[in-house]
């Protein structure tokens, strides 16, 4: 997968871009992430790259320009599966959205401003909109941080265990059961006992079984569509 990230903050993208998973998966070359400082796009002699919005109101547009040519010139090297732009007026992502979108082989993510972007850029250039859940962030680069970590730790290699990206939670639709580590008892605290048994058939009932009680009790919204689908 490549992705291509535009943004006139690069400095943000960074520290998530160069460490953990993401790095590890960039350095062994099972993603190609390439950042897009929007500025550099700019024909204005101040690489200027947002004004006022017609019709008046508070805070800045991005400007179509910088956006246009960058995008532009971008195609011109490759074909693009998906334009991807961050934005709390869409969809809020899920991980069927975060499944599909790990498949495609060459996607753009464009940040913007909260106070948005000129419609005409999202008309004409953006594919899919997604949102991260119902608040609102200052800019699209943490949203595109978070769409990319979701999307790169599911592509082949990335995580060691070739399990461990399927067993995480919602992928099943339901929230993963409590992990322990040693001490086996941790002032006082025990590890249940099940864990330590060896009985690995009995091991994964009891963690099916937690998975079925935490998610009725913390998201019921969930456990209701599980039960229905069974
Ligand atoms: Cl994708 N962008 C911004 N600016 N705020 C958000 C968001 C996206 N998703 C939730 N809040």
């Known amino acids: 997968m490549r992705i291509d990230l535009i943004s006139a903050v690069p400095e943000l993208l960074t520290g998530p871009l160069n460490h953990s998973i993401i790095g ?3 350095n062994s070359k099972k993603v190609d992430i390439v950042v897009h400082d929007l500025r550099l796009y700019s024909t204005d002699k101040h690489h200027k790259i947002d ?40 969809e809020v992502l899920d991980q069927k959205t975060v499944n599909r979108l790990s498949l495609l082989a060459n996607i753009i993510i464009l940040c913007g401003h909260y106070k948005g972007i000129d419609q005409r850029i999202r008309d004409e250039l953006v ?22 970590d979701s999307m790169v730790r ?16 919602f992928q099943d ?8 580590t040693r001490p086996a008892n941790f002032r006082g ?12 058939e009995k091991i994964r009932l009891w963690r099916d ?8 009790k913390k998201r019921p919204d969930l456990y209701k569509i599980f039960i229905n689908k069974k």
Do not use: W
């Open 209 to 216: 079984k937690k998975a079925l009680e935490l998610t009725r």
């Open 154 to 169: 599911l592509l082949p290699g990335v995580i060691g265990d070739a399990e461990s990206a399927l067993d995480d939670s």
């Open 127 to 148: 594919t899919h909109e997604i949102s991260i859940g119902d608040y609102v962030l200052s800019g699209g680069e943490l949203p595109a941080m978070v769409l990319i």
């Open 189 to 200: 605290a025990k590890v249940p006992e099940i864990l330590a048994s060896g009985n690995h």
């Open 24 to 26: 590890r998966a960039r």
């Open 51 to 90: 004004d006022y919005p017609f019709g008046g109101g508070a805070g800045l547009v991005m400007t179509p320009q910088p956006v246009f040519d960058c995008i532009e010139s971008l195609k011109r090297e490759r074909t693009y599966d998906a334009v991807i732009f961050p934005t709390p007026d869409a």
């Open 173 to 180: 639709g339901l929230l993963s059961a409590p992990v322990y």
